[in-house]
């Protein structure tokens, strides 16, 4: 199984930017589609965007369609979520998923999470 890590997350001012990366290791990247997830206090785990196998297809929520972008790079066995104009409701903590063995958005399931890392956006 895939094991995630995800790094970037941290404080910023509404209208800012943050780059969340999702760095993988047991099993190479390219085996999956991947995705973020988000989850604020008190809500279900959202899913924002995934990207197919290489990178070719693309989707997102339609919360964060047009600031958010998900990215990939096979050779550094690595996912990205560059997010700008960013907004207080999208605090919260965001997962890297590895998701399933088809293309579908959102994922019907999950075969890895990350342990999140935390998003706050002040107004």
């Known amino acids: 199984q895939v094991q995630l890590v995800e790094s970037g997350g941290g404080l910023v001012q509404a209208g800012g930017s943050l780059r969340l990366s999702c760095a993988a290791s047991?099993?190479?990247?390219?085996?999956?589609?991947m995705g973020w997830f988000r989850q604020a206090p008190g809500k279900e785990r959202d899913h924002v965007a995934a990207i197919s196998q290489s990178g070719e297809n693309t989707a997102y929520a339609d919360s964060v369609k047009g600031r958010f972008t998900i990215s990939r790079d096979n050779s550094k066995n690595a996912v990205y979520l560059q997010m700008n104009s960013l907004k207080a409701e999208d605090t919260a903590v965001y997962y890297c998923?590895?998701?399933?063995?088809?293309?579908?958005?959102?994922?019907?399931?999950?075969?890895?999470w990350g342990q999140g890392t935390q998003v706050t956006v002040s107004s």
């Open positions: 047991g099993r190479t990247v390219s085996n999956y589609h």
């Open positions: 998923a590895a998701g399933p063995n088809y293309w579908t958005f959102p994922f019907r399931y999950v075969r890895g």
